[in-house]
């Protein structure tokens, strides 16, 4: 089962991925914040799209569930670690961490 450390440990394996205090949590972002981890280390935030969000959801209703608030409806998702697989874990963080890339620059013709 999943843990903080492996949350940390795969989150920072991720190309450019930063972690800092992000008000009682620790955030991990590249651009923009993607995921957020507890401080006791049980729970994470992640942030999905409403479609991924309700996906994960309705597959494993154990382990995700939407933040219950206005954040939840953007697609913040609760993770609970000890109820995933290391292998689901790393595929909701790089799910997220897509979407907090930076958009590709255009190139002038």
């Known amino acids: 089962m ?5 949350l940390r440990e795969l989150a920072l394996a991720l190309d450019g991925v930063t972690s800092a205090p992000h008000f009682d949590r620790t955030a991990f972002k ?10 006791d280390g049980l729970t994470a935030n992640f942030k999905l799209t409403p479609d991924e969000q309700a996906l994960k959801c309705e597959v494993m209703p154990d382990a995700f569930s939407p933040v219950p608030n206005a954040w939840g409806q953007q697609g913040w998702t609760v993770g609970t670690l000890a109820k995933l697989k290391t292998i689901e874990l790393a595929a909701a963080l790089e799910m997220a961490w897509q979407h907090a890339l930076p958009a590709p620059r255009k190139q002038k013709p």
């Open 30 to 39: 590249v651009k923009r914040i993607f995921v957020t981890l507890a401080a």
């Open 2 to 6: 999943a843990d903080a450390s492996s």
